[in-house]
């Protein structure tokens, strides 16, 4: 004769704490599933541009130049902007710094399609709360390469300056995935245009 098994089934309370179990774990699950799902960006009409690029090297040459990608999507150059605001990780700028630079640009070197488009901006709120490691220094005269996002902050009617990546003499990186799944992306668009 078979003897049943030992386990939470044969204890009167048993059934109980196997149904507890299961509900965590469903619990637990679906938690998971809608944290992956990532935030949607709810960007102002306004707002007149979400990524750059721009390199800086002051070594030998002088050079200064970059890409914005404006919110119709179009890859817009500027080649040794005039006094162009910079921005700093995690600091703001207006929106009227944003339109400055943007105006800097003369030339549109490509275009972004608007499905692809708002499937990235949607990456803008991890990557914004993405820490940044430390900065390293990895050579000399290499200049500076930055990819870097723009998150709009009511609560400061200003725009949060996001970096990306910082490649060059100092190296430096965002570490969400959001902000990593953003470097892959951009670094692929105008490989042409990049240091």
């Not at 637990?28 to 949607?40: A, D, K, M, P, R």
């Amino acid at each position: 004769m078979l003897k049943q098994p030992v386990g939470c089934q044969s204890h009167p309370r048993g059934k109980a704490l196997s149904d507890m179990l299961h509900f965590r774990a469903i619990l637990l699950l679906s938690l998971l599933l809608t944290s992956c799902e990532g935030e949607h960006y709810n960007a102002p009409v306004d707002q007149p541009l979400f990524f750059e690029y721009h390199y800086i090297n002051f070594a030998w040459a002088h050079q200064d130049f970059g890409w914005l990608i404006d919110n119709e999507g179009s890859i817009r150059r500027f080649d040794f902007p005039v006094d162009y605001r910079h921005g700093v990780h995690g600091e703001y700028l207006s929106l009227e710094d944003l339109e400055y630079n943007l105006d800097q640009t003369d030339s549109i070197i490509g275009t972004v399609e608007a499905g692809g488009m708002e499937k990235y901006i949607d990456y803008i709120p991890g990557a914004a709360r993405g820490e940044l490691e430390e900065s390293r220094s990895v050579g000399a005269d290499m200049g500076g390469a930055t990819l870097a996002c723009y998150r709009y902050d009511p609560a400061e009617d200003a725009y949060q300056y996001v970096l990306l990546e910082l490649k060059g003499d100092w190296e430096q990186l965002n570490l969400s995935s959001e902000a990593e799944t953003l470097v892959k992306w951009l670094s692929g668009l105008c490989p042409d245009y990049l240091y």
